[in-house]
Every structure is written in structure tokens, then in C-alpha cells.
């Protein structure tokens, strides 16, 4: 078997595994959210922050929730790091978005933080504020989710079936998962451009 068919047949295993309730707890939270009037701030380094600033448009436009996301402001972001340093910079960037009850912290992340480890401690930092002013929390993340899934109100995990795939795996289902989100017929406020073309 070459690499293109293992790589095909473990992305359909984790398609078979994938935890479909904790999806359908995240829709639920997401409507939540969307009822009260609260905002969607994305989470998320590395492909992760590439992740956040694709799903802040689709949830804007196709979901209709408030949406942004730290990383898509190179300028404050850069500064905070700078002046801050990293560990504080999520964290300081809710605070000044003023992150209140009735918003939600969304994470993109392989790991999920992990304090101990050293892993990713913006996000915990982060997600320790957001647990403090009562915001909901949910993510998609690899292996056991971190301190994301530890905190979470839903956390998608992304089953490893490759221990030497657990990023690639993770972040190509993370793009599945939200797209099925903004796509769900319970969040989906807006008509996609190609869906709308007969």
C-alpha cells in the first residue's frame, strides 16, 4: 500500500469514529450563542490560525454570528507578544475584546495546551479567562484535547488512527468539522454563493 491510500483509508476510519453527538452539542451551543446576540472569537496557532481566520468568514457570512479572531491583526497581535510575551497574548486580547457570558471561545488545535508540557500555554491562558467571566468553550482538537477538552463545554476529537498523522488528521478534520457547522441546516443563515446557482 502506498502513502496516498493509507493516508485516504485512515482519513475515512476517523470519518466512521468521529464523536457525532459532541458535533450536534456544538451546533446547539453555536444557535446558543447566536440567540442571545453573543460573539465567536477563534482560537488557534499555527494552521490553527490559519483555520480561525477562514472559519470567522464563514460564520459571518454563511452563519451570521459575530466572529473574529486574535491572529487576523498581525500589528496588535506582534505588539502584545512583544510588549506581553506569548503566554498572556490570547488572554490579554479577550480581555480588551470584552469577552463576557454570552460569547464563545472556539479552539483550532492539535494539542489542545498543555501547561505542563509547555504546549500551546496561550491557549490555556486564554481559556482560563474565558472559564472566568462564564463564556461557553469548544474546539476541535487532536489526541486527548488538552486543557481545551479538560475545560470545554463540547470539544470535537479527532480520533488518532496514526500516531505519525495525528497533525495532518487533525487539522484536515478540523475544516471538515466547521464546515459542516456553518453548513448545518440550524446555523445556516445565508445561502452559499454555488449552493444558490441552479
Given amino acids: 500500500m502506498n502513502y496516498t491510500e493509507?493516508?485516504?483509508l485512515e482519513a475515512i476510519e476517523i470519518l466512521k469514529k468521529i464523536d457525532q453527538p459532541t458535533i450536534?452539542?456544538?451546533?446547539?451551543?453555536?444557535?446558543?450563542?447566536?440567540?442571545?446576540g453573543g460573539r465567536l472569537f477563534f482560537l488557534g496557532v499555527g494552521g490553527g490560525a490559519g483555520h480561525a481566520s477562514h472559519?470567522?468568514?464563514d460564520f459571518r457570512k454563511i452563519a451570521g454570528i459575530e466572529a473574529y479572531a486574535p491572529t487576523d491583526n498581525v500589528s496588535e497581535l506582534t505588539a502584545r507578544?512583544?510588549?506581553d510575551g506569548w503566554d498572556t497574548a490570547f488572554a490579554r486580547w479577550l480581555h480588551v475584546s470584552r469577552l463576557k457570558a454570552d460569547d464563545m471561545v472556539f479552539v483550532f488545535s492539535v494539542g489542545g495546551g498543555d501547561v505542563a508540557r509547555n504546549i500551546s500555554t496561550n491557549l490555556v491562558h486564554a481559556l482560563q479567562y474565558a472559564k472566568e467571566v462564564?463564556?461557553?468553550?469548544?474546539?476541535?482538537?487532536?489526541?486527548?484535547?488538552?486543557?481545551?477538552?479538560?475545560?470545554?463545554?463540547?470539544?470535537?476529537?479527532?480520533?488518532?488512527v496514526n500516531?505519525?498523522?495525528?497533525?495532518p488528521h487533525t487539522e484536515s478534520f478540523q475544516a471538515l468539522v466547521w464546515h459542516l457547522l456553518v453548513s448545518h441546516p440550524r446555523l445556516k443563515a445565508s445561502e452559499m454563493k454555488w449552493e444558490s446557482i441552479r
Fill in 24 to 36: 450536534e452539542r456544538t451546533v446547539d451551543l453555536l444557535v446558543q450563542v447566536r440567540e442571545i
Fill in 6 to 8: 493509507q493516508y485516504v
Fill in 134 to 160: 462564564g463564556a461557553r468553550i469548544v474546539g476541535v482538537a487532536g489526541r486527548n484535547g488538552g486543557y481545551t477538552a479538560q475545560v470545554a463545554d463540547a470539544c470535537v476529537l479527532v480520533p488518532v
Fill in 163 to 167: 500516531s505519525s498523522n495525528v497533525t
Fill in 81 to 83: 507578544i512583544n510588549d
Fill in 55 to 57: 472559519a470567522v468568514n
